[in-house]
């Protein structure tokens, strides 16, 4: 084992129940454990149908399990399941070793990431809902609020007496309802954000999908070119779950139209239900946006199983109805002709301005088709209708006549409404 590295070493355990999936969710799962700063040092899987009551593993499988926590000297195991509190205490007790399960994982690299304070109450209350259930087995752990780190920071413990139990449940409870307020707060002051961005009329365009798909890349890449200069750029990292605050901003495009572009936490299998619970709010910016980009790593060979996780958790958060344009990223890695657009999906690369620019050609046919092409005759006396056309349309033509300036310009459906008085002909 190399101790040259602060990573904490880990053994991943997982069960074979016959599913085609498997073997991507024991790789994603070392994945998961990467990102959360520990290594795994050895993988052990057993095939059965169902995980054992008591143990998860069969008997003599949790024997092996024992010896190998002693021969690689290590003293976490992760487990590819949830597992109920009675497995983690009875493997706890027969292999000495700190046991972590997928759920448990999962909102540990959230609490060590989360940044803003709305992302971190939302952590800070799926793992308390996550441990509620779990407490009898970690009855003498004093309660901190501490938001978790890589190694210790584990939910279990063992002996101890009811009333340490009692009071260590009111004190969970009473951070519950706690967090829950101050979250409420703070979605109040999110929402009045939002109403104001609607009455600008701005539309949002939103993107989603798996983690590690390129969201951030597609963000930063239309940043650069329609964002405005003092405009910073996004975290990209090859990381599971790089970006977990949305990010929005504002893009202009060479015709003057002006979309919201934001970058949302990506998704995972067996993402668990805890979070997703979380992501609502955190989402709450890709439920009213007038379209979805959904990223997909193209040259990912379980991108099938990555859109289908996608999809189900947008649903589960009710996001259901918001029309949808899929990038299919990451074309470079392959051998495929881009950018390549068939219908609402595109095969791209986020690296590519080329790619860019024909997603833009999408999202603006999709946003954008309320426009109409109008010519207008203002007076000359009208100079700020002149400047507010310049600046918020698109202008196709000026010419000057005796009697005012003629702009042939396209116009959302407010404008035109506004300056239909100086309409001279629909084309
Ligand atoms: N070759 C190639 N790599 C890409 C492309 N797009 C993104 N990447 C890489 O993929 C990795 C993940 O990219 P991100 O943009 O951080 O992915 P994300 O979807 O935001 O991931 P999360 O924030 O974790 O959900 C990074 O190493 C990127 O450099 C692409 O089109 N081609
Ligand atoms: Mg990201």
Do not use: C, W
């Amino acid at each position: 084992m190399d101790l040259t590295d602060n990573l904490t070493p880990v053994v991943t355990i997982g069960l074979n129940r016959n599913s085609n999936s498997f073997d991507y969710s024991m790789t994603e799962l070392n994945n998961l454990v990467e990102a959360n700063n520990m290594k795994v040092v050895e993988s052990l899987v057993q095939k059965l149908d169902k995980p054992d009551p008591a143990t998860y593993f069969g008997k003599g499988k949790i024997e092996e399990l024992t010896q190998v926590v002693i021969d690689d000297g290590v003293n976490t195991i992760v487990a590819n399941d949830e597992l109920s509190p009675s497995q983690i205490r009875n493997i706890e007790k027969n292999t000495k070793a700190r046991i972590i399960d997928r759920t448990g994982l999962i909102l540990e690299i959230f609490a060590n990431r989360a940044q803003s304070r709305e992302a971190k109450l939302q952590v800070e209350l799926a793992k308390l809902k996550y441990q509620l259930p779990r407490l009898h087995t970690s009855a003498s752990q004093r309660l901190d609020q501490q938001t978790g780190t890589s190694s210790g920071g584990g939910f279990t413990n063992r002996g101890a007496g009811e009333s340490q139990y009692e009071l260590n449940r009111r004190t969970l409870e009473k951070r519950i309802t706690h967090v829950n307020a101050e979250l409420k707060e703070s979605s109040k002051a999110d929402l009045t954000k939002r109403k104001q961005r609607d009455r600008s009329e701005t539309p949002t365009v939103a993107l989603v999908g798996y983690t590690n798909a390129g969201k951030s890349t597609v963000m930063n890449g239309m940043i650069n070119l329609y964002g405005e200069n003092e405009d910073k750029q996004v975290m990209v990292k090859n990381m599971l779950f790089a970006t977990l605050d949305t990010s929005v901003r504002k893009l202009t495009l060479p015709d003057q139209k002006r979309f919201l572009l934001s970058d949302t936490v990506g998704f995972v299998s067996q993402l668990p239900h805890q979070l997703v619970q979380a992501f609502k709010s955190t989402l709450a910016e890709a439920a009213s946006a007038d379209l979805l980009i959904q990223v997909v790593d193209y040259s990912d060979p379980h991108r099938e199983l990555m859109m289908k996780t996608t999809e189900e958790t947008l649903a589960e958060i009710g996001i259901t109805n918001v029309p949808m344009i899929v990038a299919l990223n990451k074309a470079d890695k392959l051998e495929v002709q881009y950018p390549n657009r068939e219908g609402d999906n595109l095969i791209m690369s986020a690296n590519d301005e080329d790619s860019l620019k024909e997603l833009t050609t999408m999202i603006k046919e999709k946003i954008f088709k309320d426009y109409q092409t109008l010519s207008l005759l203002i007076p000359f006396d009208k100079g700020d209708v002149v400047s507010y056309l310049n600046d918020n349309t698109n202008i196709l033509k000026t010419d000057y006549r005796d009697d005012g300036t003629v702009i042939k310009a396209e116009l959302k459906d407010v404008d035109a409404k506004r300056f239909a008085k100086y309409v001279l002909t629909t084309d």
